[in-house]
Nanobody, 122 residues
Framework: QVQLVESGGGLVQAGDSLRLSCTGS????????IGWFRQAPGKEREFVAV????????SNTDSVKGRFTISRDHAKNTVYLQMNSLKPEDTAVYYC???????????????WGQGTQVTVSS
């Protein structure tokens, strides 16, 4: 079992950057693939990015390619989501999740953080 805590959200202007962190408890954190998902008001939860257990494999959704980068630091039990050139449509609650496989499907993840709000003003 792993517990996840997100941090780094906030209110920024369009074009700004934010770095979200997802920190996991326990020695098993490195054995999980970590995904980032987001949910805007009135919309379904959507996939943003995922990183494999080793960190060697990553994938982003098309709408964030070239702007968002996912990475992980095993020594710190932390996965980061660097978000550049933010747009108002990136506004959402961002969640990280841990699962056995790197997947774009939120139902494949067993453990979730509480979420962090990202608001991008125009």
């Amino acid at each position: 079992q792993v517990q996840l805590v997100e941090s780094g959200g906030g209110l920024v202007q369009a074009g700004d950057s934010l770095r979200l962190s997802c920190t996991g408890s326990g020695r098993t954190f490195s054995s999980y693939a970590i995904g980032w998902f987001r949910q805007a008001p009135g919309k379904e939860r959507e996939f943003v990015a995922v990183i494999s257990r080793s960190g060697a494999g990553t994938s982003n959704t098309d709408s964030v390619k070239g702007r968002f980068t996912i990475s992980r630091d095993h020594a710190k039990n932390t996965v980061y989501l660097q978000m550049n050139s933010l747009k108002p449509e990136d506004t959402a609650v961002y969640y990280c999740a841990a699962g056995g496989l790197a997947s774009q499907i939120w139902g494949n993840y067993a453990y979730w953080g509480q979420g962090t709000q990202v608001t991008v003003s125009s």
